[in-house]
């Protein structure tokens, strides 16, 4: 085990942006930023945790940004851009010595796996990263839906949910100076405050099924390893405070 500290949880669902993805480019992939992210994966990954990961599309393509487009249509077009960064974490992981399985809900076998639950269960027993990618499969549903969805499905301890913030705040950070953080919050009261954590579909699934989530900044990409190990990162959301 690193660093001969046990892990807090021993399956984690890992949800990347694709932002995050993009550095500062705020576009396509950066590939340094990449394989920081990806050091840290692979660090906590040593420490014996098994890993799904969820990406998002949108350093490629976001549905809401479509215009006029038909929203199905710009929705699958989101999709294959999550199987794009899918594949690139992928890439960067194998470089690092990880096993790692791509899985896409839209069938693409000449390049990923289907999702079968039942394989994807079977790589993380194994060992292996399992990236899931284009979202749940169907249009009007989020990346965050799929990632809630495939926590529930996996039975995963937790969701670690990268974003660009430090945490929850009562209102926007970056508009509003007095805006507070949240150290510990509730999913009721994620939906009572209307904060945008996730949409109200992901937010659902994790309340039914119990999931807790951290929120955290992955500007500094440790941590992902510091969340799973226990430390007080970013905001947790839970049903009971």
């Not at 994807?120 to 499969?137: D, S």
């Not at 099924?209 to 959301?237: C, E, H, Q």
Request: charge should be neutral; proline fraction near 3%; aromatic fraction near 4%.
């Amino acid at each position: 085990m690193s660093d001969n500290i046990m892990p807090k949880y021993r399956r984690v669902l890992l949800k990347l942006s694709g932002e995050a993805l993009s550095g500062e480019k705020g576009q396509g992939l950066d590939f340094s930023t990449v394989e920081k992210i990806c050091e840290s994966i692979k660090k906590t990954a040593d420490a014996g945790v098994q890993i799904g990961i969820v990406v998002g599309g949108g350093n490629f393509w976001r549905g809401r940004d479509c215009g006029s487009s038909d929203r199905a249509r710009a929705d699958h077009i989101g999709m294959l851009a999550t199987a794009m960064n899918a594949l690139a974490v992928a890439d960067v992981l194998e470089g690092m010595g990880c096993t790692v399985r791509v899985q896409t809900a839209i069938t693409m076998q000449q390049v990923a796996e289907p999702f079968i639950l039942g394989k994807a269960l079977r790589h993380l027993e194994k060992g292996r990263i399992v990236i899931f990618g284009c979202g749940t499969g169907n249009p009007f549903f989020s990346t965050d839906s799929a990632a809630s969805l495939r926590a529930a499905e996996l039975k995963a301890d937790i969701i670690l949910k990268a974003t660009m913030v430090d945490g929850i705040y009562d209102k926007d950070p970056k508009k509003c100076p007095d805006a507070v953080k949240f150290d510990v919050i509730t999913h009721h009261d994620i939906l009572v405050k209307k904060l945008k954590v996730m949409d109200s579909a992901a937010a659902a699934i994790c309340t039914e099924n119990n999931i807790p989530i951290i929120v955290f900044n992955l500007d500094r990409p440790d941590n992902i390893y510091d969340a799973v190990m226990g430390k007080s990162v970013g905001t947790l959301v839970t049903n009971n405070k």
